[in-house]
């Protein structure tokens, strides 16, 4: 902010008067008016005027104050160079801003436009889940339409593996079947049944079938028969006749 501009002369120091001051001083009534008051030293303000030496950066804005200037007025600096923006700066700058503006709001309704069009795509997907596992559930209730046509049961039913077992107060036969699995159920029966008081339970597991039979009066032979059947046909097989129960042993003929 110190501008000079020195030459000797005769050798003595001469300068211009430094616009800065004199200005103020015109301003604010001459050399003996506002600079006294506010600055002890009346000669620094001469020095000022000639150019001698300048204010510092305090002082400088010191001396503004008081005499109700800027600092850039001051120092005899023009409005265009005190920061003032030209008024085609200040329009080209106005262009600017809305233009950027004006983007803003483009880009800001292209992402309501997307976040609408990912909404709906959302909503459609979420409807289409529902439907598709309401329709799922419905065919899960849904009964079954299909008729399974039941397998054959082949000409030859054998049996194999007849053994007799006591379990407490039954008799358990088991038994190989050369029929099991899947589609084939086996049941068994007694002859006679003792006026219906013989009990029993027929269970298949891993192809082997088992018989248990409660009640078998003593002395009196019985006849244990088995059947198979596909539900749609049916075989029975005789395993073993007059089965006896005594007071200690236990007889059976075996027919398989």
Avoid at 99 to 120: P, T
Avoid at 160 to 177: C, K, M, N
Avoid at 203 to 209: A, F, L, P, R, W
């Amino acid at each position: 902010m110190r501008t000079e501009n020195r030459k000797e002369s005769g050798g003595e120091l001469s300068g211009k008067s430094d616009p800065c001051a004199q200005g103020a001083r015109y301003d604010a009534g001459g050399a003996g008016g506002a600079n006294r008051r506010f600055l002890p030293i009346g000669q620094a303000v001469s020095k000022w005027e000639t150019g001698e030496s300048l204010p510092d950066l305090y002082k400088l804005a010191a001396l503004a104050d008081e005499l109700g200037v800027s600092t850039d007025e001051l120092c005899g600096r023009e409005a265009a160079l005190c920061g003032e923006v030209p008024a085609t700066a200040s329009a080209e700058e106005t262009a600017e801003r809305a233009a950027f503006a004006e983007e803003l709001r483009r880009i800001a309704k292209q992402n309501r436009s997307l976040h609408y069009v990912v909404g709906i795509l959302v909503l459609i997907c979420g409807v289409l889940t529902m439907l598709s596992g309401y329709r799922s559930l419905q065919n899960s209730k849904a009964p079954s339409n299909e008729i399974t046509t039941p397998a054959p049961l082949p000409d030859t039913i054998t049996i194999s593996g007849l053994t007799l077992d006591i379990d407490g107060i039954a008799l358990v036969f088991r038994f190989v079947p050369s029929v099991s699995g899947e589609g084939y159920e086996w049941s068994a029966s007694c002859a006679p049944d003792n006026n219906g008081l013989i009990s029993v339970e027929t269970t298949t597991d891993g192809g082997i079938c088992t018989v248990r039979l409660l009640n078998v009066p003593r002395y009196g032979g019985v006849t244990l028969s088995a059947t198979v059947t596909n539900g749609a046909e049916s075989r029975s097989i005789c395993l073993a006749t007059d089965i006896r129960v005594g007071e200690n042993s236990i007889s059976w003929d075996p027919q398989v």
